[in-house]
């Protein structure tokens, strides 16, 4: 069941935001506002929770609250992976949430949080077990970043690539079950920390992963998760269908709905990261999702 929907994700890297296109935000600010208000039209108690940001930047939050984007949700997000991509070492959480509570008087999730395999599965392992231990009772929703290993087949979702380097392929090893089905040594921990702590996975369209997920989910102990739906694949023929079937599938489980992802013949330039070029067509689309998947009177309510 729907708990609460996220508005984008990490807007401040550049990833999955072309703030070239957009340098003080003030774009990605009017759309999020003209969103929230488009969903809260449909339901007005469903909880609007800023996309979780990376890097960890309270300046960004500060843009935020400046321009009243703050006054139209309910909680922020942080996305933090200080053992793989961050400039600050893990024992920093509890700091790094203080910092943007210092300037939002919101709720603060964290909405991804991850160690990969990539140089050691006997990383993960550790880095599990203290993360849960640095974060817990500190954010009302701790989300681990993720179930599943990419398949190496698939892109992951950054403008660089292999121009990246290792940072690139850490992508792919983010899971604490491996491309083939098979689990790391992390897994058998992960009920230890559930159900405080839940899972970030993102299902692409059509994602043969998605039953055996919930299956997973289910033995773990796991009772919310995050995950998306893509504005983008609107536009792909039978995309209602999967989008039914991906929230039929998860309707046991707590979700936080993202919605992100721009068409590329909707945004101002043809990237999945452009701000769209007519920002009330993201905002009926938020809408629509939650007519349809969150209707008012339908919500299980979200941590605050």
């Known amino acids: ?64 609250k400046t321009q009243g984007v703050l006054d139209a949700l309910d909680a922020v997000a942080v996305h ?11 024992h920093e959480w509890p700091e790094k949430l203080k910092e943007i509570q210092a300037v939002t008087d919101l709720p603060v999730w964290v909405s991804e949080v991850g160690v990969s395999t990539f140089g050691a599965e006997e990383v993960q392992d550790w880095g599990l077990r203290r993360t849960a231990e640095l974060l817990s009772g500190r954010a009302p929703r701790i989300h681990w970043y993720s179930l599943f290993d990419l398949p190496r087949a698939w892109p992951a979702t950054t ?54 997920a919930v299956r997973w989910m289910r033995e773990l102990g796991v009772t919310y998760l995050r995950t998306g739906l893509s504005w983008a694949d609107v536009y792909r023929e039978g995309s209602l269908d999967w989008f039914d079937r991906q929230m039929e599938a998860l309707a046991e489980f707590k979700v936080t709905v993202t919605f992100c992802f721009t068409p590329e013949h909707r945004g101002i330039e043809p990237h999945h990261t452009s701000p769209p070029q007519d920002p009330d067509e993201f905002a009926a689309f938020c809408a629509a999702m939650v007519r349809r998947y969150a209707p008012a009177g339908a919500l299980v309510p979200a941590a605050r």
């Not at 957009?22 to 449909?42: L, N, Q, Y």
């Open 1 to 64: 069941m729907i708990e609460a929907v996220m508005l984008w994700n990490e807007p401040n890297n550049k990833s999955h935001w072309d703030f070239q296109l957009d340098p003080e935000w003030t774009r990605f600010g009017d759309m999020v506002k003209r969103a929230a208000g488009a969903i809260a039209a449909v339901n007005p108690d469903l909880p609007k929770v800023l996309g979780g940001i990376s890097p960890i930047d309270p300046v960004f939050i500060g843009n935020m």
């Open 80 to 90: 933090g992976f200080p053992l793989d991509w961050n400039h600050w070492q893990l």
């Open 159 to 212: 403008r660089h690539r292999e121009a990246e380097g290792s940072s690139y392929y850490r992508h792919f090893y983010m899971g604490l079950i491996r491309e083939d089905g098979t689990p790391k040594p992390a897994l058998r921990h992960f009920p230890e920390v559930a159900p405080e702590m839940g899972l970030c996975q993102w299902f692409h369209f059509q994602d043969h992963r998605l039953d055996d």
